[in-house]
């Protein structure tokens, strides 16, 4: 059973694939073209989500080339490309080929996961001598949002998202994973470690705003059940939501990348 709490079957996954994909394709596309992504690679994407990145790697390995896309709920997931295999699939216990990969991905997934360092080893496990994995987490820890905005609105701002945090916390998201990548990538035995942050800043209107409206949204009940936050308290924070003039930072995307040794 996934513990997973923002679930693909709700309507707000379309808006949040939309936003991830808008906010953080160019800097997981960047670290792609680092690691050297090729015609003819094998790679595995995990929790594939809306699926950019799958179409983009599908594209860049070309006919000679596959990309294996899985995710626990696949529902979003739709290719037309002859390379691109589709599986429903947990990473954390489902059948997986070892040894197989040149490259593997995930963004956003093991963040979520109590599994998570099972899910990690068996990720590293399906790499091929050489191969290269690149997971990509928020470090929530490292930065405190700090919206700029009139202070009561800012304040509301900080006090709504950190009641969505507290719940992701009770729910094993581990807030603070993207702080640990170079331990945890050392320590599996791997090479060529390479670790480096993104902090997007958004304001009303904007791709990375409609990630906070749609996570918030989807959450909603549950954060004012818990009595963290009230209904007006939510009506207003959509509103700034919506404010070119209101602007925060988002907690860091932290990119880590390393290669299995060749021997
Ligand atoms: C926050 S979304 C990120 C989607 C995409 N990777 C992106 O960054 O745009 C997390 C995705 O992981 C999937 N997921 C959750 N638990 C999973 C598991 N145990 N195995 C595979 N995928 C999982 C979810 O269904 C969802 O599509």
């Known amino acids: ?4 709490v923002l679930d693909n079957a709700s309507e707000q996954a379309a808006r949040r694939f939309a936003s991830l994909e808008a ?3 160019p800097v997981t596309i960047r670290q792609l073209g680092q690691v050297g992504v090729s015609p003819g690679w094998s790679c595995l994407e995990v929790g594939g989500g809306g699926g950019s990145i799958a179409r ?8 000679s080339g596959r990309v ?22 947990n990473i954390a216990t489902d059948e997986l080929e070892w040894g197989a990969f040149d490259l593997v991905h995930e963004r956003l997934v093991l963040i979520h996961l109590p599994e998570r360092e099972r899910a990690l080893r ?11 994995i690149l997971i990509e987490d928020f470090d929530c820890s490292w930065t405190a949002l700090e919206p700029a905005g ?4 800012a304040a509301l701002f900080v006090k709504v998202l950190g009641a969505f945090l507290e719940v992701l916390d009770q729910a094993g998201v581990d807030l603070a994973y993207g702080r640990h990548f ?5 320590r599996q035995g791997l090479v060529d470690v390479h670790v480096e942050a993104h902090i997007d800043i958004s304001s009303g209107g904007s791709p990375g705003f409609a990630l906070f409206r749609a996570n918030i949204e989807q959450l909603r ?3 004012v059940d818990l009595g963290l936050v009230t209904n007006r308290e939510i009506d207003r924070v959509y509103e700034l939501f919506e404010d070119p003039e209101f602007s925060c930072n988002h907690q860091p995307l932290v990119s880590g990348r390393a290669r299995r040794p060749l021997r």
């Open 221 to 223: 009940d549950r954060l």
């Open 150 to 153: 009139e202070p009561n609105d």
């Open 68 to 89: 294996v896309v899985t995710d626990i709920d696949a529902r979003w997931l739709d290719f037309k490309h002859p390379n691109i295999e589709l599986r429903e699939h």
């Open 1 to 4: 059973m996934s513990t997973y």
């Open 182 to 186: 170079h331990s945890l990538l050392h």
């Open 122 to 132: 068996r990720m590293i496990d399906a790499l091929s001598p050489g191969g290269w």
């Open 23 to 25: 906010c953080y394709d």
């Open 56 to 63: 983009w790697l599908a594209e860049r390995v070309g006919p």
